[in-house]
């Protein structure tokens, strides 16, 4: 049988709750109407899902500046900018049963402008957050007919970060879509670099494998130009070697082609991405200016 995680045996899942973790599920299902595979999960650590659902009833459920459909409506939002299909089919079937309209889920080009305009905040905030700045608050502050008034913005901010923070969650814990979740298989996400992803395949295995070897094959190229590249170079050291080696890698495994979006992607979830090549890009590159970023001591 299938459990609620790729990464944790369903024999492995006990059976029989203690008092503390019984009382959070308990919660969980008062409050959404259904345990999801999120919280079983999170319920094998009673003090972090209490937390969790504490966080997640107030930000959805409680007294607000922003209408419940459009709360769930930014969580699909921010969901789709990493991808996650299961935070997406989730906060869709949310979004029909508090009244949100069919016709948004068409994509984002149907949803009201106001919505539309969290774009920009919300793909920084997922990729490179060090680059919003005041313009982008003022921008969405603005008088006007689409305007944000101040205590609706920070709510909507909020959810923005929290569903790019619980799309990594469900991705690090492999969790799978319930039965009647029907979006293909578990979330796995995509590969930056491969149009034959096994994002949404029921394992690793296939064409993934064959990804992963062509990686390594571009590494090595990319490794023997560099060791060329030295012979030619004065002064270089083993240790500048090392250190250009190591960002090559990274740029190569961890940053998305800016070119390049996976055609298995679900048309659930490209249909609510706009720039959808927008990805992370490494704001420590040598020899480049850095941008501001904010500090926090």
């Given at each position: ?30 409050s959404a109407g ?154 796995w996400p995509p ?25 390594v094959e571009v ?79």
């Open positions: 049988a299938r459990g609620p995680s790729t990464f944790i045996p369903l024999g492995e899942i006990p059976q029989e709750v203690g008092e503390s973790s019984l009382h959070q599920l308990l919660e969980a299902f008062v259904r345990v999801d595979h999120v919280a079983m999960v999170m319920g094998l650590h009673p003090q972090y899902l209490s937390s969790f659902w504490k966080t997640q009833y107030l930000l959805l459920r409680m007294d607000g500046p922003l209408p419940y459909h459009k709360r769930h409506y930014i969580a699909i939002m921010a969901a789709a900018r990493h991808r996650c299909s299961y935070l997406v089919g989730l906060h869709m079937r949310e979004f029909l049963q508090v009244g949100g309209s069919p016709a948004w889920l068409q994509g984002l080009h149907c949803a009201p402008q106001k919505l539309r305009n969290l774009n920009e905040i919300n793909k920084l905030l997922a990729h490179r957050p060090w680059l919003v700045t005041k313009e982008h608050i003022e921008a969405l502050l603005r008088p006007g007919q689409d305007s944000w008034s101040l205590a609706e913005l920070v709510q909507a901010l909020v959810l923005l970060t929290h569903y790019h923070s619980l799309a990594s969650f469900v991705f690090g814990c492999g969790i799978r879509p319930e039965g009647e979740q029907d979006m293909g298989s578990s979330c590969s930056p670099h491969s149009n034959s992803s096994p994002a949404f395949g029921d394992s690793m295995g296939g064409s993934g494998g064959t990804d992963a070897v062509h990686e590494l090595m190229e990319r490794m023997k130009l560099l060791q060329e590249n030295q012979l030619e170079e004065e002064g270089v050291t083993q240790e500048e070697m090392a250190t250009r080696f190591e960002l090559e890698k990274t740029e190569n495994l961890l940053v998305p082609s800016s070119d390049i979006l996976d055609p298995s992607l679900q048309s659930n979830v490209r249909c609510f991405l706009e720039d959808p090549e927008f990805g992370y890009k490494d704001f420590t590159r040598r020899g480049e200016q850095a941008p501001p970023t904010f500090r926090a001591q």
